[in-house]
Every structure is written in C-alpha cells, then in structure tokens.
C-alpha cells in the first residue's frame, strides 16, 4: 500500500489527479501498479472498458528527417516533456467522471489524460 500512496501523492501534488472522494455515478478501475526492471514502479489506471467507446485517430507519424527540416525553417518551436509525456494534456471536465480510479484512500480523478489513453 505504501508504494500506492507515493504514487497518489505524485500524481496529487502537480495537478495531475484530485480527490473526489466517493463516486457511485460510474465504474471505477482500480489502479495497477507495474514494477519495472529499474526496481521504480509506477501506476497504471485500468482504462480498456474506455477504450471500446473511442475510434483510434489512424495517422502514421512523419519521417524524422521531414519533421525536422519542417520545424527547421519555424519561428516558434514548443517543447514537451518526456519523461511524463502521457500527462501534458488536460481532460476536459465532461469527460473525467470516465477518468477516475478507486483506492483504499478514496476516489481520484484525473485531471491530465493517464498513461494508454488513446484518443
């Protein structure tokens, strides 16, 4: 439980998630959490009932080279973080009641689209 609630209070303290407290509205997943080869874990909320309700957008991704003699000649250039790159685009409000994951600590719901989300 110790290595749930570290992951909650990360998840907490930058805005991705927020206590709601208890939810009867929708089905609620309970998170995973995933150990990786490093001896780090990391939390995983059990989205795939979601995903049968969405159509994958089908675009392939552009060449390397094409992309960056495109960003080349721009002006302004954004940047993304990498690290945690799943959580830089927020979820509008209407849409994070479908969002939320139950622990023994109460209901959260996501604020930042979570890790295997689609669309």
């Known amino acids: 439980m110790e290595a749930l609630e570290i992951q909650i209070k990360e998840l907490?303290?930058?805005g991705v998630i927020r206590n709601i407290g208890?939810?009867?509205?929708?089905?609620?997943?309970?998170?995973?959490?995933?150990?990786?080869?490093?001896?780090?874990?990391?939390?995983?909320?059990?989205?795939?009932?979601?995903?049968?309700y969405t159509v994958p957008d089908?675009?392939?991704?552009?060449?390397?080279?094409?992309?960056?003699?495109?960003?080349?000649?721009?002006?302004?250039?954004?940047?993304?973080?990498?690290?945690k790159g799943f959580h830089q685009n927020a979820v509008t409000p209407r849409a994070r009641k479908y969002f939320r994951i139950i622990v023994h600590c109460g209901v959260y719901e996501y604020l930042r689209i979570p890790f295997n989300i689609n669309n």
Do not use: C
Not at 29 to 49: E, L, Q
Not at 58 to 81: C, F, G, H, N
């Open 12 to 14: 907490v303290d930058p």
């Open 22 to 52: 208890h939810n009867e509205e929708v089905e609620i997943p309970t998170p995973v959490i995933v150990a990786w080869h490093n001896g780090k874990s990391s939390m995983v909320g059990d989205f795939r009932a979601f995903k049968t």
């Open 58 to 83: 089908r675009y392939p991704l552009p060449k390397i080279q094409i992309a960056l003699t495109q960003i080349s000649q721009e002006v302004y250039i954004s940047t993304m973080d990498a690290f």
